[in-house]
């Protein structure tokens, strides 16, 4: 089965603390991940995919195969990263989203 | 070109009634997707067009539901005979063919049955 779990609902990290979002995924072929966000009252949009390896906004995903993970982290969270963030797995056309993670930073 | 536009954005109608919702994509983008998100869920595909060929469709798309892009433009997404479990946010995103991970999304149509 094609699935990706968030584990965590709602994450309340301080300001200046790390960031780990976590996401795991099923998927028996090679996976395509993306990390999603939406911030409030803003359109759901593309963080970044796995295959790129770059920082966005600080954040970053590592693909773990063997643990079947990509976790999204940040080492220093800032109130502007507060947002419902969705892990996603692109198995052909689709993208399969997980339920979503929401963020809260606390000053 | 603004993006991603949905119409309209609220629509709340009784069971049983049929609903019709609009979605136009950034222009030069020929694939177009819809996606259903109920309350503590993520965004789930219902069905994708490139052009104006459907290439997919989700098992979770009862008979009730079709949607078509005559012109490969603009799609509309029917429900017909709608139900208390069809009250649910409907998204439209548009991509590229060559880059569909990367797919812009609208804002979104509310829909609640009474």
């Known amino acids: 089965a094609q699935r990706v779990t968030q584990p965590e609902k709602l994450l309340s990290v301080f300001k200046g603390a790390p960031v780990e979002l976590k996401c795991n995924y099923s998927?028996?072929?090679?996976?395509?991940l993306f990390w999603y966000v939406q911030y409030s009252r803003q359109r759901l949009q593309l963080l970044l995919r796995?295959?790129s390896r770059e920082s966005i906004k600080g954040f970053t995903a590592d693909l773990n195969k063997g643990e079947t993970s990509f976790h999204l982290k940040k080492p220093f969270a800032q109130e502007e990263d507060s947002a419902m963030y969705y892990c996603?797995?692109?198995?052909?056309?689709?993208?399969?989203f997980g339920k979503g993670t929401r963020l809260h930073i606390l000053p | 070109d603004t993006g991603v536009s949905q119409n309209p954005r609220h629509k709340i109608t009784k069971r049983g009634q049929n609903v019709t919702f609009r979605c136009d994509p950034i222009?030069?983008?020929?694939?177009l997707y819809w996606y259903r998100q109920t309350l503590g869920q993520g965004p789930e595909f219902l069905t994708y067009?490139?052009?104006?060929?459907?290439?997919?469709k989700s098992r979770l798309l009862s008979d009730r539901f079709s949607a078509e892009r005559p012109k490969g433009s603009f799609s509309t997404l029917e429900i017909q005979r709608t139900e208390q479990g069809d009250s649910a946010m409907y998204l439209c995103?548009?991509?590229?063919?060559?880059?569909?991970?990367?797919?812009?999304f609208g804002p979104g149509t509310r829909l609640t049955v009474t």
């Open positions: 996603a797995l692109k198995p052909n056309d689709k993208i399969i």
């Open positions: 067009f490139q052009n104006e060929a459907q290439l997919e």
């Open positions: 796995h295959i």
């Open positions: 222009s030069e983008h020929n694939r």
């Open positions: 995103a548009s991509s590229l063919a060559g880059q569909s991970y990367e797919q812009y």
């Open positions: 998927y028996s072929g090679s996976p395509e």
